[in-house]
């Protein structure tokens, strides 16, 4: 009942066929996982599950300036503050398993931030809690990341999302 998982995603140049940088590069997500009746756990650079919640209702699907992922990354970074992460390098992520029947899902991530190269996302803890019966669908999220130096601390970000899709219809809040 168990399974291997992997991703890789790497940016490309529809010009070139160069990832930035000029090579090929899986900067987008590189992780390993293992599935089975008791989820999932996933290892590497991957999405936030915050950046899943949220996008998951985000009736833009990130291609317009007022997608609500577009507006956290750009608006909600003050002084001294870390800016909201899609991604997040080291991160060890457990997601519950998606059982016939069962509402509720639950999605834990954590990087510790430490080692040379750790980038984006460093220090991060994350996690979402959705609830999705059609045809409502609701989200909330929680994700602080470490400051950079010299400011410290945490930055804390937090979403509460829902959506209403029906053939024909769909409603979205943020």
């Known amino acids: 009942g168990l399974s291997s998982r992997f991703q890789l995603e790497a940016g490309l140049s529809p010009l070139s066929g160069a990832g930035p940088g000029g090579g090929l590069q899986f900067n987008r997500v590189a992780s390993l996982g293992l599935a089975g009746p008791w989820g999932q756990i996933d290892m590497g650079r991957q999405y936030t599950p915050m950046f899943l919640a949220v996008f ?3 009736p833009f699907r990130l291609n317009a300036v007022f997608s609500p992922l577009h507006l956290m990354s750009s608006l909600d970074a003050q002084a001294g503050q870390q800016a ?3 991604r997040g390098n080291g991160l060890l992520r457990y997601r519950s398993p998606s059982v016939t029947g069962q509402p509720w899902a639950l999605d834990l991530a954590w990087a510790s ?5 750790s980038g ?3 220090g991060l803890r994350g996690a979402a ?3 999705q019966q059609a045809p409502l669908s609701l989200s909330y999220a929680r994700q602080q990341a470490a400051n950079p130096a010299p400011a410290g601390g945490h930055s804390l ?3 509460l999302s829902a959506s209403w899709r029906q ?3 769909s409603l979205h809040a943020h």
Not at 113 to 117: S, V
Request: no cysteine; aromatic share 8%.
């Open 56 to 58: 998951g209702h985000d």
């Open 84 to 86: 909201f992460a899609a």
């Open 113 to 117: 931030g430490t080692g040379a190269g």
């Open 120 to 122: 984006a996302g460093s």
């Open 129 to 131: 809690l959705s609830w």
């Open 157 to 159: 970000h937090q979403a």
């Open 167 to 169: 053939p024909g219809r």
